[in-house]
C-alpha cells in the first residue's frame, strides 16, 4: 500500500546487507520470447470489473461523474492514488481488451471515463501547495494543474489529508488511461472524452519523467523516486515496486506515436525517447541489484547507489517506509513482479529483461506446488537482500495474484508444467471475492493478466502481436451476476465466468476438481479414520495411468475421489468422502469435489509455536470442546489447510505423529503449554484482521535499551505480555499493531523474545540491557 509519505524517512535501524554486480555483463541466453500462458480456470476480467466497481466505489461529488475507489488497511483509508490508480488501469485495461461488437463496451468505456474523472480532479485540487512539481511547472490543464496527484484524499473526493505523489499510483493510472486511449481512437466515432483523456494522459507522461525520476551523479543513470517529493539515491531510499517499466516504455511509445497531436511543441514526443530508455535501464538494473537470483525475490524497501564507475548500481538493505519490513518480500515487493510480467506483456519483442527478470520467480514457484497444492511458505536465500517473507503468501492475494504473475512469460519450464503452474494459480485467485480494497484490487488485476486478458488488449491495440498459449485445464466456472450503473444512464447486467464466492448472485459450482488428501502423494485413501479402509468403501478397476484413473472417477457418478498405484485404481464412493488417509510408499490418494471456499488469513506461532501445545485461557486450560481431532494429517501445512476451510477455525495445534486438533474457541488458544514434537498456531482471519495505523518512536536512543513504566526501576510484569521465537523487531511490531491496547514493544533479537506493552500511561523511561530495543507506537487515529 502507498506510504504515508515522508520526506526522510527513517532507516529501518537494523544490520545492512548489500549486494554489488559488475557493470553490464554480457547477457546469457534468456527465455525464449514465444507465446505467452494464460489460464481459463478463473473467469472474465470484465466481471471482476463489475464486482470491483460495486465493492469498492461510489461517486461522492454532487454534480459530478468523478468515480472514487475508496481504500483501507495499512497507510491507507479514504482515497488514495494507489487504490484510484488500480481503479483507472483495471477499467482501461478492459476496455481495451474487448471486441468492438461487445454489448457491454458503452459501459466499460464510461465507467474508464468515470475513474479518469476522479483522477483529474485528484489532480486539480492538487494545485494548492506540496505537489512537489512548481519547480519543473504544471503540465496538465495547460500548466495549471499538476498531472501526479497528492497520495491521500478523503472519502468525499475533496478533502486534501497527505500531500506529494507516490509513483505507484501515478503509473497505474497512466498505465489506464494511455491503455483506454488508444483503444477507442481507431473507432468511426471516438467517445468525446478522447482528446480530453489522451492530452491528460501525455502530459502526465512528462510530468512524471520532470518530477519522479531523479538522474544519478554521473548523469548515466535516471532512477525513479518514492514520489515527487521525496526518495532517490543511497540513503534517500527506494521502494523496488514502484518501479512499472511496462508503463515507462507504454510512455515513451505514446508520446513517440502522439507527440504531434498532444505535444507540446508538436514534435517534442520523439526527443523523450532516449530519456525513457535511460529510465528503463536504470530500472532494470536497480531490479538486478535487488533481486535474489535463486529465488527471484525482491524486498519493499531498499538504497541504492551508483559506484564510482558511473556503470555499476548496488543495493543494500537498511530503509523502510509505510509500516512495512524493509528486508521481507511483503505485499509491497510483490507487486513488482507483476509490474515487469506487464512489462512483458505488452512488449513481449522489447522487454527481455523482463523474462530475466521472471525466469528465477517461475522456477520457484515450480518448487512450491505439488499435486495442486501449494506451499505454505517461499524460500529464503540466506546470501541475498530478502530475509523475511509475509505469511501465508499464498492466500492473500496482494501476494500470490502478484506472485502468479510471473506464470504468463515462457520460461525453461515445460509447457505442460507451465500450464499447470498457470491454472493452478488462476484458481486460487478465483476462489477469492473483492470484498476489501488492496486484495480485492489485485484479485481483479491478476484476473486480466492470468486469463490473457491484458495480453489480447496489447495486441488489439497494436502493440504486439504475440500469440498466448490455448489452456488445457478441464475447469469449469461458476456463474456471477453482476449490475453496474454509470453516470451516463448506462445499466447493463453482466454474468461472466468465476468460481469466485461472492457477495452478489451465484450459481452451484459446475464442475467438481481433483485436490490431494493431505498432500496426495504416498498416501493412502481412509475413510473416517487412518485404520478406516472398509472394502464398501470403493471399486477397484485398473487404470494404466493416474489421469486413466481420474477418468474412470468422472465417469462414475457417486465418486468421491481415487487412490492409485500401478495399474490398481480404487474408485471411492463413501457417502462421507475421504476424510483421512495413511502413509504409504507409492500410493496417491485425491479427493473428488466442488472447490472448498477458504478463508484469507495467517498462522501466527502461539508463544513460538515449536514445542508447544495449545491451550484456552491459560496453561492448565485445555477442555475437550475447544478442538475436534483429525488423525493421519501428513503435516502442518495440511493442517492448517483443513482449518482454513472451516469456518469456525480459530487455530490448529499439530503433532508430528499426524494428529491435528482443529481449534474451534470463540477466542482460540490464548495460551500454551511446553511439550516437545507439538506446535500450536492461532489463526488470524483476513477478514477481520486489521492493523492500525501510526508511526515507531525511539526512546532514548532505543539500541541497548529495555522499556520501563514511570521510571527506570519500574519494571512491573502487569504492564506487559511476552512473546517468545518472534523472528524480528519487525514482527514483534506487527504483533503491536495488531492489539487495540498496546503502547510500544521491547524486543531482544538474540532470543526472539516480544514484550507489547498495554500500561495504559505507556512506555515513559529505559534502563540500558545490551541486546534489547524499546520503541513507542504512537498510533494515527483518521479524521
Known amino acids: 500500500p502507498a506510504p504515508a509519505p515522508a520526506p526522510a524517512p527513517a532507516p529501518v535501524p537494523s544490520p545492512s546487507t548489500t549486494v554489488t554486480l559488475s557493470p553490464s555483463p554480457a547477457p546469457s541466453p534468456g527465455p525464449s520470447t514465444a507465446a505467452s500462458f494464460s489460464t481459463n480456470t478463473m473467469g472474465a476480467s470484465k466481471a471482476r470489473l463489475f464486482e470491483f466497481v460495486d465493492t469498492l466505489t461510489d461517486q461522492p461529488v454532487t454534480g459530478s461523474a468523478a468515480r472514487a475507489v475508496h481504500s483501507s488497511g495499512g497507510a491507507a483509508g479514504g482515497v488514495v492514488s494507489e487504490g484510484q490508480g488500480y481503479g483507472l488501469l483495471i477499467a482501461g485495461t478492459v476496455l481495451a481488451s474487448l471486441d468492438a461488437d461487445d454489448s457491454d463496451r458503452q459501459l466499460v468505456s464510461d465507467l474508464a471515463y468515470e475513474m479518469f474523472l476522479g483522477w483529474r480532479r485528484m489532480c486539480v485540487l492538487s494545485a494548492g501547495s506540496g505537489s512537489c512539481q512548481d519547480d519543473e511547472g504544471f503540465e496538465c490543464g495547460g500548466g495549471q494543474y499538476p498531472c501526479l496527484a497528492h497520495w491521500k484524499f478523503g472519502d468525499d473526493l475533496t478533502t486534501i489529508i497527505g500531500q506529494g505523489a507516490a509513483p505507484d499510483g501515478d503509473a497505474d493510472a497512466l498505465g489506464g488511461m494511455l491503455l483506454a486511449t488508444m483503444a477507442v481512437e481507431d473507432e468511426s466515432s471516438r467517445p468525446t472524452w478522447y482528446d480530453e483523456m489522451g492530452q491528460w494522459a501525455y502530459e502526465t507522461c512528462k510530468q512524471f519523467y520532470l518530477s519522479s525520476t531523479v538522474a544519478s551523479s554521473s548523469g548515466k543513470h ?118 515487469v510480467a506487464l512489462d512483458y506483456l505488452l512488449f513481449p519483442d522489447d522487454a527481455q529483461e523482463a523474462l530475466e527478470f521472471l525466469e528465477p520467480v517461475t522456477s520457484h514457484l515450480d518448487r512450491k506446488l505439488t499435486n495442486g497444492n501449494w506451499a505454505e511458505a517461499l524460500d529464503i536465500d540466506n546470501t541475498c537482500l530478502v530475509e523475511t517473507v509475509h505469511p501465508s503468501w499464498s492466500w492473500n492475494m496482494f501476494m500470490a495474484g502478484t506472485t502468479f504473475s510471473s506464470l504468463v512469460a515462457p520460461s525453461a519450464l515445460s509447457s505442460t508444467r507451465q500450464q499447470e503452474l498457470i491454472d493452478a494459480a488462476g484458481q486460487r485467485v478465483a476462489m477469492k471475492s473483492i470484498e476489501d480494497y488492496y486484495s480485492g484490487s489485485w484479485i481483479a488485476i491478476a484476473t486480466m493478466t ?134 504409504l510408499t507409492g500410493y496417491t490418494c485425491l479427493r473428488y469435489d466442488y472447490p472448498i471456499q477458504v478463508r484469507e488469513g495467517e498462522f501466527l506461532p502461539v508463544d513460538g509455536g515449536s514445542n508447544r501445545v495449545c491451550r484456552g485461557s491459560s496453561a492448565s486450560d485445555n477442555a475437550a470442546s475447544y478442538f475436534t481431532v483429525q488423525s493421519g494429517v501428513s503435516s502442518l501445512e495440511s493442517c492448517q489447510s483443513n482449518c482454513r476451510e472451516d469456518a469456525s477455525c480459530t487455530g490448529v495445534e499439530y503433532h508430528v505423529s499426524g494428529r491435528c486438533e482443529i481449534w474451534v474457541r470463540a477466542n482460540g488458544p490464548e495460551a500454551s503449554a511446553q511439550v516437545d514434537g507439538y506446535s500450536c498456531w492461532r489463526f488470524e482471519d483476513g477478514s477481520t484482521s486489521s492493523e492500525r495505523e501510526g508511526y515507531w518512536q525511539m526512546l532514548d536512543g532505543s539500541v541497548d535499551r529495555a522499556c520501563r513504566g514511570s521510571s527506570a526501576s519500574d519494571n512491573s510484569a502487569s504492564y506487559f505480555t511476552v512473546y517468545y521465537g518472534i523472528a524480528s523487531s519487525d514482527s514483534c511490531k506487527m504483533t503491536c499493531r495488531r492489539d487495540s491496547n498496546c503502547k510500544g514493544i521491547e524486543y531482544h533479537t538474540s532470543s526472539g523474545r516480544c514484550e507489547i506493552w498495554t500500561r495504559a500511561d505507556g512506555i515513559q523511561a529505559t534502563a540500558p540491557v545490551t541486546g534489547y530495543t524499546c520503541w513507542r507506537f504512537i498510533e494515527e487515529v483518521a479524521s
Open 222 to 339: 535516471r532512477i525513479v523516486k518514492l514520489g515527487s517529493c521525496w526518495g532517490g539515491w543511497g540513503g534517500e531510499g527506494q521502494n523496488p515496486s514502484y518501479h512499472a517499466p511496462g508503463v515507462y516504455r507504454l510512455c515513451k511509445h505514446f508520446m513517440a506515436t502522439h507527440g504531434a497531436t498532444f505535444g507540446k511543441p508538436s514534435g517534442e514526443g520523439a526527443s523523450f525517447e532516449g530519456k525513457w530508455d535511460q529510465v528503463i535501464d536504470t530500472t532494470y538494473k536497480m531490479f538486478e541489484a535487488d533481486q535474489c537470483e535463486s529465488t527471484g525475490l525482491i524486498t519493499n524497501w531498499a538504497k541504492v547507489y551508483e559506484e564510482s564507475d558511473g556503470q555499476t548500481l548496488t543495493a543494500s538493505t537498511g530503509f523502510s517506509g509505510s509500516g512495512t519490513p524493509g528486508a521481507e518480500y511483503g505485499s509491497e515487493a510483490a507487486r513488482g513482479v507483476w509490474r
Open 450 to 583: 492470468l486469463n490473457g486478458d491484458l495480453s489480447k488488449a496489447a495486441m488489439k491495440i497494436g502493440l504486439s502481436s504475440a500469440s498466448t498459449d490455448t489452456t488445457t485445464s478441464s475447469t469449469s466456472a461458476e456463474s456471477i451476476t453482476s449490475s453496474v450503473t454509470t453516470s451516463a444512464g448506462t445499466t447493463t447486467t453482466s454474468t461472466s465466468a468465476t468460481t469466485s464466492a461472492s457477495s452478489v448472485t451465484t450459481s452451484a459450482p459446475a464442475a467438481k476438481v481433483f485436490t490431494p488428501v493431505d498432500g496426495g502423494d504416498d498416501r493412502a485413501c481412509r475413510g473416517a479414520s487412518t485404520s478406516d479402509n472398509s472394502n464398501s468403501h470403493y471399486s477397484v478397476v485398473s487404470a494404466t495411468s493416474i489421469d486413466a484413473c481420474k477418468g474412470e472417477c468422472i465417469g462414475e457418478a457417486a465418486c468421491v475421489g481415487i487412490e492409485f498405484k500401478g495399474t490398481r485404481c480404487e474408485i471411492w464412493t463413501r457417502d462421507g468422502g475421504i476424510q483421512a488417509s495413511k502413509q
